[in-house]
């Protein structure tokens, strides 16, 4: 009996056992299998994943393209700008990491989760961008506490720098950050969420230059997410830098000009269409814009009734007052309608109709011919020249005279300006032309609208003989290796469709609006050099509405605007202004001196001091400008 439990016992064990081995090897091979699947099959997934835990890519931002004037003096360049990124999945625990980043970076606590729960968690594989140019104090803060704060990292970007604050705002223009359609736009495929693009002026019109191709780099990184080392590195390109035509110096003189008033000064080459100076005022500090500005800080902006963000040199539109009558001269002229010798007698006012036009003198003119008429501005010159021509005819010389269209600048937001003719009319409110309006539009009101730019393009063809050129506005874009061609040739666009003689004899006439006993602009004399130009008024608002509003009101929104164009020296001329001051009411007292101030500023010590009327010559009429006037 013993010996058969034994017997028993023993195959029970050995069952036992058996089972045992095979449940270890079972066991055993299933291991075997998953290491198979894991490390054969699915080896170079994981490695990768691995790779992709400790090897990171990081993008390298593009250095702007640096922006000179005419000679070569560096207008806009870049600054370094510390930004601060957090990592929020190596960022663990992420309230301790807030807490102990708060008082390193000057941030308060509730700010720093307010940004990453805007962002969500949708991006915590990636950077996440929480304060921008955070300054080298906080810079040092952060990197000397870097190994308490995982996922924290600061990264080192080009930030634009506006050199001269408020130069040049409305032509240099600013950047910001790119929006959702800059980034669905056609030709931005390389742009990325947080880039910063040109939003206006030329960083705007000449991005593509400006910019430049970004690289990146292949960086190691620990278990919080900090960089060990850089393994491999594709370095940015620059953007091209730009050389502009404008003078530096003949710029910051326009805008020291302008301080206080609301106008615009545009000055050029006669003779090759560069844009020398183009001011705007009142301005603006592109710095404020990098950055972002803060809530009071635009609202200022756009509540200011002086529109600083608007560019009044290209966009604001006036009528361009008396400084038309050169138009109506050379019409007149070129159509036989009148004569350089015929004389009109002025009584200070002109019948037609049942309306009297008056002149802006009073007591009139007497007989003027068509060089004192341009000189002393005679309103009822240029009513009869206007009645003569009609509107049509004024508005093909007008129209011939770059007005009424764009003057094609590399400039957003360009404005049209306006030429009025009959066919206009009767299209725009359903009314036949009246004769009465073309006496208006003759000396440069009613449906009349242009822009500064486009009367100092105008006026810089009257001062070269007639060549009406494109403004330009770059000198030179510096490629590197790409040879450096020179300077481009003048874009002529057309030409004044008026003869050799009709130029001289309107040229003479603008002559005697500075140099003359009787000119209107007298105030804009200089000694050693010869100016030409034009003065205007124009009128904001009737006579009448300006009467009515007198009584306890605020009248300087209703003040004339004053206009006045020149170019000198008046033989060979180097430089073409137009200056418009809003509400200055006259164009000898506000605008020429304007003018006369850069025409010393650009052509240098030869262009001497102001002289006074009488000491120019015995007899002369005393310096007092005469005011001109408009209907």
């Not at 056609?186 to 693009?197: C, E, F, H, K, S």
């Not at 910051?252 to 560069?274: F, I, S």
């Not at 000694?527 to 009584?551: H, M, P, R």
Request: charged share 25%.
């Amino acid at each position: 009996m013993s010996r058969y439990l034994k017997t028993v016992d023993s195959e029970w064990f050995r069952q036992r056992l058996i089972m045992l081995m095979i449940t270890v090897c079972l066991a055993a091979m299933v291991l075997v299998l998953r290491l198979f699947f894991l490390q054969i099959i699915k080896g170079q997934e994981f490695r990768r994943l691995s790779l992709n835990n400790s090897i990171r890519l990081q993008s390298i931002d593009a250095p702007r393209g640096f922006v000179y004037d005419r000679h070569g003096t560096l207008l806009v360049d870049n600054r370094p700008s510390f930004d601060l990124y957090i990592s929020l999945k190596d960022a663990r625990p992420l309230a301790e990491t807030l807490q102990r980043l708060s008082p390193y970076s000057g941030l308060a606590v509730e700010d720093l989760t307010r940004k990453i729960e805007a962002v969500g968690t949708a991006r915590s594989f990636k950077p996440v961008l929480i304060e921008r140019d955070i300054g080298r104090d906080a810079l040092a803060s952060v990197e000397s506490h870097r190994y308490d704060l995982p996922g924290i990292d600061v990264q080192i970007r080009s930030l634009r720098n506006y050199i001269f604050p408020n130069f040049a705002a409305h032509l240099l223009g600013y950047i910001g950050e790119v929006n959702n359609q800059e980034l669905e736009r056609r030709g931005n495929a390389d742009l990325r969420v947080g880039d910063q693009i040109g939003k206006f002026g030329v960083e705007k019109s000449l991005e593509k230059y400006l910019r430049g191709e970004r690289g990146g780099r292949q960086v190691e990184v620990n278990a919080n997410g900090q960089v060990v080392r850089v393994l491999h590195t594709v370095h940015a390109r620059s953007g091209h830098n730009i050389y502009l035509t404008i003078d530096r110096t003949l710029q910051g003189r326009a805008e020291e000009l302008l301080v206080g008033e609301a106008g615009a000064v545009v000055a050029v080459d006669p003779a090759n269409g560069e844009v020398l100076a183009l001011a705007s005022s009142p301005a603006f500090d592109q710095n404020d814009f990098i950055t972002g500005l803060s809530t009071e800080k635009w609202r200022a902006l756009i509540e200011n009734p002086d529109k600083p963000l608007n560019n009044k040199a290209i966009q604001g539109e006036y009528p361009p007052a008396s400084t038309y009558k050169i138009i109506a001269a050379l019409a007149g002229l070129q159509e036989g309608v009148i004569t350089a010798d015929e004389t009109i007698f002025c009584p200070g006012h002109y019948r037609f109709g049942n309306r009297t036009y008056r002149c802006w003198r009073r007591g009139g003119h007497g007989k003027v011919d068509m060089i004192q008429a341009i000189a002393r501005s005679c309103d009822v010159y240029f009513y009869q020249v206007g009645q003569r021509l009609g509107i049509d005819r004024l508005a093909f010389y007008a129209n011939s005279a770059g007005l009424g269209k764009r003057t094609g600048i590399a400039l957003d937001h360009e404005s049209r300006g306006l030429v009025p003719t009959a066919a206009w009319k009767k299209k725009r409110t359903g009314i036949a032309w009246q004769e009465g309006e073309t006496l208006s539009v003759a000396i440069g009101q009613g449906f009349n609208l242009a822009t500064p730019l486009q009367m100092a393009m105008f006026t810089a063809a009257v001062a070269n003989g007639g060549k009406r050129f494109q403004p330009r506005l770059v000198k030179k874009i510096a490629i590197p290796e790409v040879a450096q061609p020179g300077d481009q040739p003048p874009h002529l666009v057309g030409r004044l469709p008026v003869s050799d003689e009709v130029m001289h004899l309107v040229q003479r006439g603008m002559w005697e609006v500075v140099q003359g006993e009787r000119g209107t602009a007298r105030i804009a004399r200089i000694k050693q050099v010869d100016i030409s130009g034009k003065t205007g008024t124009a009128q904001v608002v009737s006579l009448d509405k300006f009467e009515e509003n007198a009584e306890g009101k605020d009248l300087r929104r209703f003040k004339d605007h004053a206009w006045f164009i020149a170019y000198a020296p008046s033989e060979n001329p180097r430089i073409a202004i137009a200056v418009i001051v809003e509400h200055g009411e006259h164009g000898s007292s506000a605008a020429a001196p304007i003018a006369r101030e850069l025409v010393k500023t650009y052509l240098g010590p030869d262009a001497g001091e102001q002289i006074t009327a009488r000491s120019s010559k015995a007899g002369a009429a005393p310096s007092t400008p005469d005011p001109d006037g408009g209907a």
